[in-house]
């Protein structure tokens, strides 16, 4: 079955790094587009950056130049690197890949508080 299973959140102050991972397996990974979403409490979960199997890149306005996602097929693993952390990007951060129009699946995803 499909699984996948995030890592590397925390806490980090304002200006911060965090690296997240996510390790992917059920499924012919280097076939599919993955992404990373995030929802914070009380807001809609929110697309953060997708690449596609070809390693094309996509990301939301509000963290464009501060983030970059990567991909290692071999290793069927997802990265999300973010740098100058601000306060709004506490979240819980989830990664998603969509097999189908209806098969669409998340990991149990990984904290992020950006706080002094």
């Known amino acids: 079955q499909v699984q996948l299973v995030e890592s590397g959140g925390g806490l980090v102050q304002p200006g911060g790094s965090l690296s997240l991972s996510c390790a992917a397996s059920?499924?012919?990974?280097?076939?599919?587009?993955m992404s990373w979403y995030r929802q914070a409490p009380g807001k809609e979960r929110e697309l953060v950056a997708t690449?596609?199997?070809?390693?094309?890149?996509t990301y939301a306005d509000s963290v464009k130049g501060r983030c970059t996602i990567s991909r290692d097929n071999g290793k069927r693993m997802v990265y999300l690197q973010m740098n100058s952390l601000k306060p709004e990007d506490t979240a819980m951060y989830y990664c998603?890949?969509?097999?189908?129009?209806?098969?669409?699946?998340w990991g149990q995803g990984t904290q992020v508080t950006v706080s002094s």
């Open positions: 059920g499924f012919t990974f280097r076939s599919y587009a």
């Open positions: 690449i596609t199997r070809h390693g094309t890149t």
């Open positions: 998603n890949v969509k097999l189908s129009q209806v098969l669409s699946y």
